[in-house]
């Protein structure tokens, strides 16, 4: 059963860089038909779709955060992050990496909280 459990620092200073690694264990990154997803959920608000990085490498981003946002693996640690430059307090939210296969993010971390503040 694959696990994927986030790491990284719970508190940021606005206008530096969140950072967060996800490690993935019981499967592969480079496995095809799948893709690692980042997702956070802002204090009282729901689920927002932050990026993604397909089987091959390729990357892509929600519109709205796409100029803030990077999404890079290590294959050779298994491991996929998440950074995100020039935060605000309105980047406070829990954030998740979740596995996708079709349609469906099927498989989740059990989520980070990460705050912004000074």
């Known amino acids: 059963q694959v696990q994927l459990p986030e790491s990284g620092p719970g508190l940021v200073k606005p206008s530096q860089t969140l950072s967060l690694t996800c490690t993935v264990s019981g499967g592969s990154i480079t496995t095809s038909y799948y893709s690692w997803n980042w997702i956070r959920q802002p204090p009282g608000k729901g689920l927002e779709w932050m990026g993604v990085?397909?089987?091959?490498?390729?990357?892509y981003y929600s519109p709205s955060l796409k100029s803030r946002t990077s999404i890079s693996r290590d294959t050779s640690k298994n491991q996929f992050s998440l950074q995100l430059s020039s935060v605000t307090p309105e980047d406070t939210a829990v954030y998740y990496c979740?596995?996708?296969?079709?349609?469906?993010?099927?498989?989740w971390g059990q989520g980070t909280q990460v705050t912004v503040s000074s």
């Open positions: 990085i397909a089987v091959d490498g390729s990357t």
């Open positions: 979740a596995r996708r296969s079709g349609y469906a993010f099927a498989s």
